[in-house]
């Protein structure tokens, strides 16, 4: 299969996700034929490396269809955003650990849990890692995982911060995901007390930032010369967008034949509020996705051509990934406010795809104060230091 199959490939699948998606919101996690079937699609090697299997699919098209799958179900298209970006990172980690991970079997997934909270004490020929993670997304259906943490020097002090490559062996998973929204995620703990972890398994914060490591120098297409910070938190802003994009054509297609029984009766579709209210919510959707694939775009022909990735266009991209995030849960909260009495009831399309919006609006790359003052010292011509630029 090539990355041209992906789309119509998942495309097949999308009514099976769709007519799954009440069961994954019920029993916390997507189906396990789910995952392999969109494996067999090629979702997850979409941003793979082609030295272990990969297509290196420019990231806009990756996203096109995470967000077609988050259209069927919310929690399944987070997850797989999720666990298909991280093959992009490991792609940046030495060669050695990419081939432990891939080398016997180049269809491994891989989970992460990013915030900085495990210590890395040095040791001989690597360090040692303890710690306890929240929020690693899919983590189930992975055997590795990619974790954040402090290196702490030899006067108790930190002095760098890094990920760390896990194997599942040396990690338990505790399920403590009952949540509100994107409630399918199977977002659990993983904790991990005292594993060694060599220095290959070892990357750098500060060099992934910067657009180098040892990764670059085996996976030299301009895949691997795209930020972290633009890819990941696109990662979490494109599933929460197709939720609503989803939303908005289920929710069109259910009031064509409303009958109003209070407010004066009549059909829902001549009440004026609700057209603008789908003119307003259509408008925001198409104007996230519009900004996400432009900058995507355009960061994609910086790396193909070999050029400088400019910090202006790293900021706008993080700009316009927060607003697509706002803009798919104002547009969301717009539908299901004109969906009426009937929208509050617990399976509803529009108030699952109410809440998997707001769950996924407060995860921290989403946040759009910090990002917005990010680009506007950078618009003011202020020096911006950020792990998430």
């Known amino acids: 299969m090539a990355a041209d199959d992906v789309l119509g490939a998942v495309r097949e699948l999308l009514p099976g996700i769709a007519d799954h998606a009440a069961r994954v919101d019920e029993t916390r996690r997507v189906p396990d034929e789910t995952i ?13 490396p082609r030295r272990y299997g990969g297509f290196e699919s420019e990231p806009v098209r990756f996203y096109e269809v995470v967000r077609a799958i ?5 929690s399944t298209g987070w997850v797989t955003s999720v666990l298909g970006v991280h093959p992009w990172h490991l792609a940046l980690f030495e060669d050695r650990a990419q081939a432990e991970v891939w080398g016997a079997d180049d269809a491994t997934l891989v989970s992460s849990a990013y915030a900085p909270v ?6 001989d020929g690597g360090y040692e890692l303890s710690g306890h993670w929240m929020f690693s997304s899919g983590c189930e259906y992975a055997s590795w995982a990619l974790l954040g943490a402090i290196v702490i020097g030899a006067e108790g002090r930190p002095t760098d911060f890094v990920t760390a490559l896990v194997p599942r062996s040396d990690y338990t998973i505790r399920d403590v995901w009952n949540v509100v929204g994107m409630r399918g995620t199977s977002s659990n703990e993983i904790v991990v007390d005292g594993t060694f972890v060599p220095e ?21 297409g301009p895949l691997y010369r795209l930020p972290f910070a633009s890819l990941f938190a696109t990662t979490v802003a494109a599933p929460i967008v197709g939720v609503v994009e989803g939303c908005c054509e289920q929710y069109m297609a259910a009031m064509r034949e409303r009958v109003r029984l209070s407010l004066g009766g009549g059909r829902f579709v001549d009440d004026p509020f609700a057209q603008v209210a789908v003119g307003r919510a259509s408008s925001e959707i198409d104007a996230a996705i519009l900004q996400l694939d432009r900058n995507m775009r355009e960061l994609w022909d910086c790396a193909k051509a070999g050029r400088e990735i400019p910090m202006s266009l790293r900021l706008r991209t993080r700009r316009d990934q927060v607003r697509a995030t706002e803009r798919a849960v104002e547009a969301v909260d717009l539908l299901f406010k004109t969906a009426g009495g009937t929208s509050l009831f617990l399976g509803n399309v529009i108030e699952r795809a109410w809440r998997d919006a707001h769950a996924g609006s407060v995860h921290v790359a989403n946040e759009p104060e910090r990002a917005l003052s990010l680009y506007g010292k950078g618009a003011f011509g202020l020096s911006v230091e950020d792990n998430l630029v």
């Open 200 to 220: 290959y398994r070892i990357k750098r914060n500060f060099e992934t930032a910067n657009l180098r490591g040892a990764g670059q120098k085996v996976n030299t």
């Open 70 to 74: 988050a259209g069927a179900c919310g």
């Open 36 to 48: 392999s079937a969109l494996g067999a699609a090629g979702v997850f090697r979409m941003l793979q």
């Open 118 to 123: 495990g210590r890395l004490v040095p040791v």
